[in-house]
């Protein structure tokens, strides 16, 4: 069973999560082929080395496209990142994406109820 995070780690999280939307933001929709990108939650290892990278995607139906573009531009981003997080982190951690289907499940269970 994982340890439960610490509060630096979650800081941590919460920080890279709000840069990493801004920058993906900043990029804009064009750059995911018209897709709306979110940063749903980050989790970092204890070791502030990886970050787990939780990311929305609408529509649903872009979501391989979209994980592919953001596979290529990972270095990219990181190294956004890095510029953003550079006074208050020694090491940018690694972007692990990851793509998030709680919205697609809760959307799932409603299509379920309604029958």
């Known amino acids: 069973m994982d340890k439960p995070a610490s509060t630096r780690q979650l800081k941590v ?5 709000r840069d990493l939307s801004e920058i993906i933001r900043s990029r804009g929709m064009a750059a995911f082929g018209g897709a709306m990108v979110t940063v749903s939650e980050v989790r970092i290892s204890p070791d502030l080395s990886i ?5 929305s995607i609408f529509p649903s139906d872009r ?7 953001l596979e290529e531009e990972k270095r990219s981003i990181r190294g956004e990142l890095g510029r953003q997080v550079s ?9 692990d ?8 499940y809760a959307e799932h269970i409603e299509e379920l109820l309604k029958k």
Do not use: C, G, N, W
């Not at 979501?63 to 573009?69: E, I, K, S």
């Open 87 to 95: 006074s208050q982190l020694r090491i940018v951690p690694e972007l």
């Open 97 to 104: 994406f990851h793509l998030d289907t709680t919205l697609d």
């Open 63 to 69: 979501a391989p496209q979209v994980m592919q573009l």
């Open 13 to 17: 999280a919460r920080e890279i999560q």
């Open 51 to 55: 970050a787990k990278v939780f990311v």
